[in-house]
Every structure is written in C-alpha cells, then in structure tokens.
C-alpha cells in the first residue's frame, strides 16, 4: 500500500498528539495502554514519573488518610501574633501555582507556603472594576478597605487622577504598617520592584494616582504648585514612609533628578536619598548585595536599599549577568528579618513582595513568571525556617491574578514548556499561553486564518514570548478570586472565601493592633 508524503506526516502527527497530549476522548483508552507491561518503561509513562505507587488505589487512599490525621493532630494556635509576616505574590494565581509547581519539579510538588495549615481565597474586585489593579487591591489587603482603579491609601470617594480629591484627608486610610508603629512595633517592606510601585506604595502612600511616582508625574497633572507629595517623597518624609525601619527594592530614579544620578526623573533638584541619610548618622543605605551582605546591622536604626534605577532584574537575568549586583528576593528577605529580630521586644510588620511574577505574565513572558514564583516561594521558606510558628503569623497571598492558562492534556512527566498537537490545523500548540497580549503578534501575524508554529518562537531562552489570544501591548489582569495561605498564631482566621480588604483585620485581630477587633480583647 502506498501513502502520499502528506498522510505520513499527518499519521506522525497524530501519533504525537496521542503520546505527548492525549485528547479528552481517548484519554481513557490511553490510562488503559499504559497498564499494560511494555509501555512501564516509557519516559512519559504516569507511573514511572509520578510517585511509587501512584497505579494502585492503595496509594491514593493511604494519602487521603495521611491528611486526614494531620487534620486531626492540627490544633488552633490562639497566641497573640508578636510578629507578622505578609508575603504578597504580585499576580500570582493559581494556575501561576499549577504550573510552577511543575516548573520546580512535578505537578505534586508542593510549593513551601502550600505546606501552611490553613488556606482561603479572596475576592479581588475594587468598587469600580471587576479586575483590579495592584494599586487598588494594595490599599484592600494593606488598608483594609476597597477602593478604585490606580489609587492607593485612600477610599473610593476619590477616583483616579482627583488631585483635590486626594488633598482632603479625610479620604486617607493607613495601612497595617501604621497599625504596628502606632502599637510599639516596627514596620517595613521588602520588593523586587521600585519601592515606589503599586505594592509596596500600599505600605505607605496616599495618591490619587499609582503613577505619581516623582514630582514630574504629579505635576503633569496636579500642577508644579499643588502641594502634594508624590509617591517616593511620602516614603522619605510621610507620616508612615518616613518611620519605617526597613525599605528595600528597586527605584533609585525616583528620588533623585538627573544632576545627581544619570537616570533620575525628579525636577526639584531634590535628592530624597541625601535627605534621608541627614535626617539620622543612624540611617543606613545600599546598593549593592555585597553592600547588604556586609552591613553591621547592629549600627543602625533603619535601612534603606535601592539596588536598581527601576524594577529589579528578573532572576534568569541576574544569573545570566557576570556583572549583576543585585540580593535577591531571599537575600533580602534573609536581612530585613534579621534586622527586625535585632530589635524585637515588640515585634514587628514586614511586607515583602515577590513582585516581577507579574511583569513577566504583562510581558506573556511565563518562563520568567514561574521562575519569580519559584524563588518567592524560596524566600518564604527561608523566613519560616527564620521565626517560630508560635509568635509569628506569615500570610502569603496575590493581589490578583492573570489571563494565563494551562491546557492541552499534557502526560504526567511532560515538560511544562513542551507543545501539543491540534487535531485541527495539525501544527503544535502551547498549552501554556494568555487571553491577551504582545504575544498575540508572534503567533497570528500571518492573517487571523493562520497561526504560526509555535515551535518557531520558542527557542528555551528565558525571555521567551508566550502566544496571547487577543493583541494588547501588555496583558491584564484577571478577576479571579486568589489563593490565601496562613501560618502562625490565628492563622485559621484565614479560611473560607472572604472579601480581600479582610486580610489586614484578621492580621491585626491576631496581634493586637489597630482600631478594630483584637484577639486581646477576646483572650480577656
């Protein structure tokens, strides 16, 4: 029998698609033929990259009830929280979780704040959109309160790029932070973006806009005679910016113009980091890890860390640079705690984002997104292995998810990068890919009839391109509710699905501060 070069190479496709990424129809026919002997072998056999065990119904059954005594054994802790921890994932959802999971290893790997005894999921939305920002949802899970698109430390009475709005300070909410200072304790924060941005602005920040970042941003639409301070002139000198103990991150820009540093964006002529080294011999600053590495922390009383004029560099770039200087997200992590400890009969509030997972999903960039969450999930592990469960709440979650998605029927084993096989067009797909985004032009640029091979665009390179459905110059957000993870005293407050502007009640309920309900009160 004779067979044209076409149906050869469609019979090979096929053939691909069966062995790499079964369609749902034959998908038990598959988990039959694997049963059998001869295929024990093969590399993307369920059973042999899964664990021992995982083809018996012993196996999933002993599990089951592993979980349940440890559910068992678990006991509520009803200390009072001295310290607390919260971790910020920035865009991390949970299919980021699915697919890092098997970026690290495997799909039952379990990333270290999947270890957390209690879990939730919170719902993300401001009061003006359906998908939010990272600077309205910083005000939710840092202030306690929603509020709309693009502001930060204020209520919803003021809508985005309100300036007068944003002057009257009875629109003003505080964070957390302020919370813990107002009570004894200290406060900082940690972030692998400008110090400046969304996330970690939550901290300290009142503005109508995220985008205020230096005085030239706000005057652009305020005016040079406003009289309201931009985003980094409020970490120098705010209310809450100016006694935090801990500040590191990216961002030199914005404190300095470009007579004092080539990069700089101010036009006062005002150098806020000068500032803040006159305002105390005590004030510590750095730039580089070595800088970091060799501070005697025991000489100062707080400490300031601009390792970048911008965001961070993503991890796979840093390692990728024999000239990089930059901590990473564990190093600084690693510093900022034990700075905190140094001076600790208080306690302390210490937030620390994991930042560039979301700029790389903006980007359809997913192998530097699961990355960022691998070495998040690093750093968490490293500051649980660093405090005691019985005085210290850690509570790890994302102020919004993305648009990213992870299909296709891949086999167990199969590499999360890898390509499928459409029984449509019969070219390959990436299970891995965006509703929307610059991905978009590298994989229909050929007409909306066609779509390009992926395997033409993926070269394994870190900044690799993932396809996007729909073409948007940067990906959005998605609307989703996001994972929340609790370690620590009253972490079991952290279950169930609950609005996102809860989180900081429920920190302070387990440490005894702000205005609301304490666990002090109830304990007495």
């Keep these: ?46 059973r042999t990259v899964g664990r021992l065990g995982e083809d018996t ?12 005594k440890q559910r068992q054994k678990q006991q509520q802790n009803t200390n009072v929280a001295k310290n607390v921890i919260m971790f910020l994932g920035d865009g991390m959802g949970l299919t980021t979780l699915v697919a890092a999971r098997n970026y690290i ?12 005894p209690y879990t939730g999921l919170s719902k993300t939305y401001s009061v003006d959109k359906i998908t939010p920002d990272s600077a309205t949802t910083a005000t939710a899970y840092l202030c306690g309160v929603k509020a709309n698109y693009g502001t930060i430390g204020v209520n919803a009475h003021v809508d985005r790029d309100n300036c007068e709005a944003m002057r009257d300070t009875n629109n003003h909410v505080f964070s957390i932070a302020k919370w813990a200072m107002d009570a004894g304790k200290n406060a900082g924060l940690v972030t692998t973006t400008r110090i400046t941005h969304a996330s970690p602005a939550g901290v ?11 005085n030239a941003d706000l005057e652009e639409y305020c005016g040079p005679d406003s009289g309201l301070d931009d985003i ?16 590191m991150g990216g961002g030199k820009r914005n404190f300095m113009g470009p ?23 005590r004030n510590a600053y750095v730039e580089t890890k070595e800088e970091l590495e060799n501070l005697d922390l025991t000489q100062f009383d707080r400490l300031l860390g601009t390792f970048s004029s911008g965001h961070m560099d993503y991890h796979l770039d840093a390692l990728a640079d024999p000239d990089n200087t930059q901590p990473t997200l564990e190093d600084m992590t690693r510093r900022a705690i034990e ?28 192998r530097l997104a699961l990355d960022e969450t691998k070495e998040f999930s690093q750093a968490i592990a490293l500051a649980r292995q660093m405090t005691s469960e019985e005085d210290t709440l850690i509570v790890v979650t994302s102020d919004h998810s993305h648009t990213f998605s992870v299909a296709g029927y891949q086999n167990r084993g199969t590499d999360i990068f890898s390509t499928c096989t459409s029984d449509s067009d019969f070219k390959p797909y990436e299970p891995l890919s965006y509703a929307n985004g610059d991905g978009y032009y590298q994989y229909f640029n050929e007409g909306a009839t066609k779509r390009i091979d ?41 279950t169930g699905v609950y609005e996102q502007n809860t989180i900081p009640h429920m920190m302070a309920y387990a440490a005894c501060i702000g205005d609301g309900l304490k666990a002090c009160d109830t304990l007495s």
């Excluded at 290893?105 to 957390?116: G, R």
């Excluded at 409020?234 to 006694?243: A, C, W």
């Excluded at 140094?342 to 994991?354: K, R, V």
């Excluded at 459905?469 to 005293?489: C, I, R």
Aim: proline share 3%; with cysteine.
């Design 1 to 46: 029998m004779e067979f044209s070069l076409k149906a050869v190479m469609l019979l090979g496709l096929l053939l691909l698609q069966t062995l790499h990424c079964s369609s749902h129809r034959d998908e038990e026919d598959l988990d039959e033929k694997l049963m059998h002997p001869e295929f024990r072998d093969d590399k993307l056999n369920v």
């Design 57 to 68: 119904h012993e196996f999933w059954l002993n599990l089951s009830k592993d979980l349940i």
């Design 105 to 116: 290893e495997a799909e039952h790997t379990k990333l270290s704040f999947e270890e957390f």
């Design 204 to 214: 300290y920040a009142h503005t109508a806009d995220r985008d205020w970042e230096n």
């Design 232 to 247: 980094a002139m409020q970490l120098i000198h705010g209310e809450v910016g100016s006694r935090l103990k801990v500040m």
């Design 259 to 281: 007579e004092d540093f080539k990069k700089g964006l101010r036009t006062d002529g005002r150098n806020l980091i000068e500032e803040y080294l006159q305002m105390s011999p």
């Design 339 to 366: 700075f905190m400890e140094q001076d600790n009969e208080n306690g302390y509030f210490l937030f620390i984002e994991g930042g560039r997972i979301d700029t790389g999903h903006h980007a359809n960039k997913a």
């Design 454 to 494: 992926p395997t033409l665009v993926l070269t394994g390179d870190a900044n690799d391109v993932f396809p996007a459905t729909a073409p948007l110059s940067s990906e959005t957000h998605g609307g989703e509710d996001v994972g929340v993870f609790a370690s620590g005293p009253w972490s079991h407050l952290f």
